[in-house]
Structures are given as structure tokens and as C-alpha cells.
């Protein structure tokens, strides 16, 4: 049977979003799941989307939220919000789940395609690529044609020629032959490019396409959860203007 990939990221705990995405994958066919990290964070469902994600078997890299929710880092320098639900989070988590975070990996590499949350010249620092100079530092390390990222949550192409980086916005697309890809996946739980709608990425390696999906979900039901959890009003808010 021909594989179809499913590439998820930055879940951030949403467990509304993340079942409309699975549906979805489901109707498309998807034989593969792939994760490029931030499981945790920013919602109201930890537990239930680490469950998931486990229970499909795929290979998962580990995301900044996974980072600071696992190693109890100090957050003193964190985003308040953001530090609030990564605190709250390791009050949610079993040590199973804990060590399930902990000991994800930054990079992997399978089947000939890379994951990585950040960027590979440096994937445990967590830089953000928001254009094609950044991009070019990621691709100096990058050995494989096509590789995989999240982080900005923002969906995004960017394609080593030779001698030059381009930064293409996110569509449909046949890879070339002989070129490499660095593509953002965008969020599964929480976009910031202006479009509420869930993102995810489809990839036919046998017809070499990429297939950018956004998908409407329960954003209200989403917003009840992390109000009844307690956690900053502004995350419930955000998900309603995708920033």
C-alpha cells in the first residue's frame, strides 16, 4: 500500500482540535503519523492529547513546551501566560507522562524525512524561522531532501536551490527532484497566522506532494476548557482570532 503521511504539530493540548484533525486524517487516508513537538502547553488537555499521540506509535521530537514542562526549568524569564500552563501542567502529568516528555528526542530522522521542532543548526535552542535568512543557517545541517518543523505556528515552504533560500507561502505543491524543503506544518491547537482553523500538513512521497489541510473545530468548547481549568483568559481568547 502506497504511504500517505500525516505530519501534526504543536497539538499544544488541544483536544477539540486534535480529534477534528484525526477525523480528517482518517478520511484522507493517512497510513503514517509523524509529530513535530509541543504536545503540551497553552490548553486545557495534556493528558488526553499526550494519550493520543502516544497511542498512534509515531515518531514525536521534542518541542520547547515539552522541554520546560519535563525539566522543571526555571521560568522566571518566561512568557507569564505561557509559564502559568507549563506550571499547571506538571500538576496534571503523571511521572510516566513526564518521562514520556523528557526523553523525546530534538532531532529524528525516518523514512528519509527529518523532524525537528525549532531548526537544526540549533534544536535545542528553539530560534523561530520566520524567513528565508534564517532558514538558510537550518539548511546548512540538513542532509536529508525534506524536513519537517513547527514552533512559529505559522504554515510556511522554504526551499534550498543552489545558492539560494526562498521562503514560499504555504499551498498545494509537488516537490522538484534535487532540491531540499524545510516546511512549518503550522498548529494542530493553536495557529498565529490570522486563521483559526486547525493546520496540518499531508505528504505523498510516492507523487512527491505536499498538501497544506486547516480545518474548522469546537473553538468555543476549546475556550470552556481552559476556562474551567483556570488558565489565562487570553489563551482561550487567541484561538478565536488565530493569533
Known sequence: MDKLFAILGDIHANLDALNVVLDDCRAQGVTDFLCTGDVVGYNACPRECLEIIRGLGCPVVMGNHDHYVSSEQNLADFNPAAAAVIEWTRGQLTEDEMNYLANLPFVKTTMGITLVHSTMDNPEGFGYVFDHLQAEAHFSHQVTPLC????????????????????????????????????????????????????????????????????????????????????????????????
Not at 516537490?175 to 486563521?195: E, T
Open 148 to 243: 519537517f518543523h513547527g514552533h512559529t505556528h505559522c504554515p510556511m515552504i522554504y526551499e534550498k536551490q543552489i545558492g539560494a533560500v526562498y521562503r514560499i507561502d504555504a499551498q498545494d505543491f509537488k516537490l522538484p527532484i534535487g532540491r531540499k524543503y524545510f516546511i512549518n506544518v503550522g498548529s494542530v491547537g493553536q495557529p498565529r497566522d490570522g486563521d483559526p482553523r486547525a493546520a496540518y500538513v499531508l505528504y505523498n512521497p510516492k507523487e512527491r506532494t505536499i498538501r497544506f489541510r486547516r480545518l474548522e473545530y469546537d473553538i468555543a468548547a476549546a475556550q470552556a476548557k481552559i476556562r474551567e481549568a483556570g488558565l489565562p483568559e487570553r489563551l482561550a481568547e487567541r484561538l478565536e482570532v488565530g493569533q
